[in-house]
């Protein structure tokens, strides 16, 4: 079992920046790939960024491209979305969580084994 607990969220004004992270313990964290997800109220999950276990393969979703970057640090066994130039609309609860096939990066919810309770991320105008 892996359990994944992340940190960072909190209010921001629109423009600004937030570093989440998520620091994973039991099972070995350099084999799993890994994956931002978020949701917000009344809406469904969606992907927002993933890595490989190596980092050698990454994905950003479309909206986030050019302000989101997601990296890890396998001796620290964590995982980091930098959020720059945050809008209201990526006002949600962000989730990260662990994928058992680490080659690749999946972007589906249900491909992931392990998630983390969430961090709320608000972002005010």
């Known amino acids: 079992q892996v359990q994944l607990v992340e940190s960072g969220g909190g209010l921001v004004q629109a423009g600004g920046s937030l570093r989440l992270s998520c620091v994973a313990s039991?099972?070995?964290?350099?084999?799993?790939?890994m994956g931002w997800f978020r949701q917000a109220p009344g809406k469904e999950r969606e992907f927002v960024a993933g890595?490989?276990?190596?980092?050698?393969?990454?994905s950003v979703a479309d909206f986030a491209a050019g302000r989101f970057a997601i990296f890890r640090d396998n001796a620290k066994n964590t995982v980091y979305l930098q959020m720059d130039l945050l809008e209201q609309e990526d006002t949600a609860v962000y989730y990260c969580?662990?994928?058992?096939?680490?080659?690749?990066?999946?972007?589906?919810?249900?491909?992931?084994?392990?998630w983390g309770q969430g961090t709320q991320v608000t972002v005010s105008s």
């Open positions: 969580a662990g994928d058992q096939n680490g080659v690749i990066v999946r972007q589906t919810p249900a491909a992931y084994t392990y």
């Open positions: 039991g099972r070995t964290f350099s084999n799993l790939g």
């Open positions: 890595l490989s276990w190596n980092a050698g393969v990454t």
